[in-house]
Protein backbone atom coordinates (compact mmCIF):
# COMPACT_ATOMS: atom_id res chain seq x y z
CA UNK A 1 0.00 0.00 0.00
CA UNK A 2 1.11 3.33 -0.92
CA UNK A 3 1.28 5.90 1.72
CA UNK A 4 -0.66 9.10 1.76
CA UNK A 5 2.69 11.00 1.84
CA UNK A 6 3.95 9.88 -1.04
CA UNK A 7 0.92 10.14 -2.99
CA UNK A 8 1.21 13.87 -2.01
CA UNK A 9 4.56 14.36 -3.21
CA UNK A 10 3.75 12.70 -6.37
CA UNK A 11 1.16 14.99 -7.25
CA UNK A 12 3.09 17.92 -6.25
CA UNK A 13 5.83 16.49 -8.70
CA UNK A 14 2.94 16.03 -11.34
CA UNK A 15 1.82 20.04 -10.50
CA UNK A 16 5.28 21.74 -10.73
CA UNK A 17 6.11 19.40 -14.13
CA UNK A 18 2.69 20.92 -15.83
CA UNK A 19 3.00 24.10 -14.63
CA UNK A 20 6.56 24.61 -15.63
CA UNK A 21 5.68 22.69 -18.90
CA UNK A 22 3.07 25.73 -19.75
CA UNK A 23 4.69 29.01 -18.38
CA UNK A 24 8.39 28.16 -19.16
CA UNK A 25 9.73 29.41 -22.27
CA UNK A 26 13.11 28.84 -23.97
CA UNK A 27 14.93 32.69 -23.82
CA UNK A 28 15.46 34.30 -27.34
CA UNK A 29 18.98 35.03 -26.52
CA UNK A 30 21.49 32.65 -23.88
CA UNK A 31 23.79 35.72 -23.50
CA UNK A 32 21.92 38.04 -21.19
CA UNK A 33 21.84 38.14 -18.04
CA UNK A 34 22.48 35.20 -15.82
CA UNK A 35 20.39 33.10 -18.38
CA UNK A 36 22.52 30.26 -19.31
CA UNK A 37 24.62 29.88 -15.61
CA UNK A 38 20.90 29.63 -14.53
CA UNK A 39 20.21 26.70 -16.68
CA UNK A 40 23.46 25.19 -16.28
CA UNK A 41 23.22 25.12 -12.65
CA UNK A 42 19.73 23.89 -12.55
CA UNK A 43 20.62 21.10 -14.93
CA UNK A 44 23.84 20.08 -12.81
CA UNK A 45 21.66 20.17 -9.65
CA UNK A 46 19.13 17.70 -11.24
CA UNK A 47 21.99 15.37 -12.41
CA UNK A 48 23.82 15.63 -8.96
CA UNK A 49 20.42 14.78 -7.31
CA UNK A 50 19.51 11.92 -9.57
CA UNK A 51 23.49 10.78 -8.39
CA UNK A 52 23.12 10.84 -5.33
CA UNK A 53 20.01 9.16 -5.55
CA UNK A 54 21.41 6.00 -7.35
CA UNK A 55 24.24 6.01 -5.03
CA UNK A 56 22.49 5.81 -1.98
CA UNK A 57 20.24 3.02 -3.60
CA UNK A 58 23.38 1.16 -4.80
CA UNK A 59 25.03 1.24 -0.97
CA UNK A 60 21.26 0.08 0.18
CA UNK A 61 21.55 -2.79 -2.00
CA UNK A 62 25.19 -3.21 -0.96
CA UNK A 63 23.84 -3.59 2.79
CA UNK A 64 20.91 -5.78 1.79
CA UNK A 65 23.37 -8.55 -0.11
CA UNK A 66 26.03 -8.16 3.10
CA UNK A 67 23.46 -8.74 5.20
CA UNK A 68 21.95 -11.73 3.44
CA UNK A 69 25.38 -13.24 2.76
CA UNK A 70 26.65 -13.15 6.02
CA UNK A 71 22.64 -14.93 7.37
CA UNK A 72 23.57 -17.54 4.71
CA UNK A 73 27.10 -18.39 6.39
CA UNK A 74 26.51 -17.81 9.95
CA UNK A 75 23.24 -19.22 10.17
CA UNK A 76 20.54 -18.31 12.59
CA UNK A 77 22.69 -18.44 15.51
CA UNK A 78 25.84 -16.14 14.12
CA UNK A 79 25.58 -13.26 16.12
CA UNK A 80 27.22 -15.73 19.46
CA UNK A 81 29.69 -17.34 17.26
CA UNK A 82 33.09 -16.13 19.42
CA UNK A 83 35.32 -16.79 16.38
CA UNK A 84 34.36 -14.50 14.10
CA UNK A 85 37.26 -13.38 12.02
Known amino acids: MVSPR ?15 WKTYHLPQDWTVGGTLLRHVLGLVSYLSSTIVDAYNKALISLHIWAAVSSYEVLGDFGEHHEHFP
Open 6 to 20: LTRLGSIKVSFTGLA
